[in-house]
């Protein structure tokens, strides 16, 4: 059996058991999706959004993209937040990011990659905003993982500055930013506690990165 025919094999075993604890469950999904949260997310191979929390089909609209930015004028990206906040509806945007990502490392480390070194960009200019930060940290680990962290919370930040949550803010509607990293070494996702559920807080939150990028 090929690769791929294996694949196939056992999709057919998946969905069976899947028709077994519940028989009209993709009968049901074929009608609607209702997910409540949008994930946005790093393409990195060990992460699993769904799987690692608990979440089945229907339950999570999802956005991948290397080092999981959330770029100004990103069309792909922006498209998903308004379909996801306008249309779903969904209540909570989880950003989340991951130690030991490859494209925050190389973006750390000025490497050669293609095409991909201009998406990387961004990264890197996330990382000459935080300077003090990342020469403060003690070794090439730590810098890295610092790097991922505040990537995290820089896209949080951007994803609260489009115009889908701003008009959603502005209008009432209920939507929170949240920051998590993933840690590939436990399989445990971690909050990183930079919640924006108001333009207030984003405000707030801008205030906090600016004294963190003087060092403070
Ligand atoms: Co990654």
């Given at each position: 059996m090929s690769k791929l025919e294996k694949l196939l094999a056992a999709n057919k075993i998946w969905a069976a058991q899947m028709k077994e604890t519940d028989a009209p469950f993709f009968e049901r999904?074929?009608?609607?999706?209702?997910?409540?949260?949008?994930?946005?997310?790093c393409s990195d191979?060990?992460?699993?959004?769904?799987?690692?929390?608990?979440?089945?089909?229907?339950?999570?609209?999802?956005?991948?993209?290397?080092?999981n930015l959330v770029v100004h004028t990103d069309m792909n990206c922006?498209?998903?937040?308004?379909?996801?906040?306008?249309?779903?509806?969904?209540?909570?945007?989880?950003?989340?990011?991951?130690?030991?990502?490859?494209?925050?490392?190389?973006?750390?480390?000025n490497t050669r990659l293609g095409l991909i070194d201009n998406w990387l960009r961004h990264i890197q200019d996330v990382g000459r905003d935080y300077r003090l930060i990342l020469e403060a940290a003690d070794s090439r680990e730590a810098r890295l993982d610092k790097l991922c962290?505040?990537?995290?919370?820089?896209?949080?930040?951007?994803?609260?500055?489009?115009?889908?949550?701003?008009?959603?803010?502005?209008?009432?509607?209920?939507?929170?930013?949240?920051?998590?990293?993933?840690?590939?070494?436990?399989?445990?996702?971690?909050?990183?506690?930079?919640?924006?559920?108001?333009?207030?807080d984003l405000n707030d939150l801008g205030l906090k990165m600016i004294d963190k990028q003087k060092g403070e």
């Open positions: 999904l074929s009608e609607l999706q209702a997910p409540k949260f949008l994930w946005i997310g191979s060990r992460v699993m959004p769904n799987a690692g929390a608990g979440l089945l089909p229907g339950e999570l609209f999802v956005h991948r993209n290397i080092a922006l498209s998903v937040m308004q379909f996801a906040v306008e249309v779903l509806q969904v209540e909570h945007i989880i950003v989340c990011g991951h130690y030991g990502c490859g494209g925050v490392q190389a973006a750390l480390e962290e505040i990537n995290v919370i820089e896209q949080v930040m951007n994803a609260g500055q489009t115009t889908v949550v701003q008009d959603a803010w502005r209008r009432g509607q209920t939507i929170s930013i949240h920051g998590w990293i993933y840690h590939i070494t436990d399989g445990i996702f971690r909050d990183l506690q930079v919640t924006l559920d108001s333009l207030e």
